[in-house]
């Protein structure tokens, strides 16, 4: 009963996030953002082709000529019943040729009984991913079941780092098939073009 709980729950916050984006993202974009200095409110001179309608282009203030896009992108996806066999991975989400200066992810997976995840968590530019190690999130865990971990994701062009692939990866060499109510959210706040090759 509370795994369904749980899997409506998740369902529920795909369906007003779907909702939400049909009906209200164009308005919510268009009014300023008081949390974003030097950003131009309602001139259309620095939106860049090649970008959805509904993302808006704001100049850094520092002088750098590299324009940032603030975004709100949050994708949902639900792992029950879904298997990644031994040494397997599953992609979640591509962001080239923009990559992610702002974001984050929470992850509601298997854990051992030291609150490790059962996957490993990689982060990058594809195929040069890194396993990020996840802090877990210890009020809403339970060693040996299932734990609630969180990610934060940067990019740093300064140290050649490009955040524009997340994955999950099955270390093991078993299959790995996910439980019910496991599920990874990826958000997306702000993304930047310049990625090499992209």
């Known amino acids: ?85 031994a040494k397997g991975f599953i992609h979640l989400y591509d962001s080239t040729p923009y990559m992610m200066n702002a974001g984050h992810i929470a992850l509601h997976i298997p854990c051992d009984v030291n609150s490790k995840p059962v996957v490993d968590v990689l982060i990058g530019s594809a195929p040069a991913f890194k396993v990020v190690q996840p802090d877990i999130i210890k009020e809403l865990s339970q060693p040996g079941k299932m734990c609630l971990y969180h990610v934060d994701i940067n990019s740093d062009p300064a140290k050649k780092v490009y955040q524009t692939d997340i994955a999950i990866q099955n270390p093991s060499t078993q299959a790995i098939t996910f439980p019910p109510s496991s599920g990874v959210v990826i958000g997306v706040n702000e993304v930047q073009p310049g990625v090499p090759g992209g």
């Not at 950003?39 to 309608?53: K, R, Y």
């Open 1 to 85: 009963m509370v795994n369904k709980i749980i899997t409506l729950g998740f369902l529920a916050a795909v369906m007003a996030s779907m909702v939400f984006m049909a009906g209200g993202l164009k308005t919510t974009l268009a009014q300023p953002n008081p949390a974003i200095p030097g950003s131009d409110q309602g001139s259309s001179s620095n939106a860049t082709s090649g970008t959805t309608p509904n993302m808006k282009m704001n100049m850094s203030t520092s002088g750098t000529t590299n324009k940032t896009t603030v975004i709100r992108d949050s994708t949902t996806v639900l792992l029950e019943a879904k298997t990644i066999p």
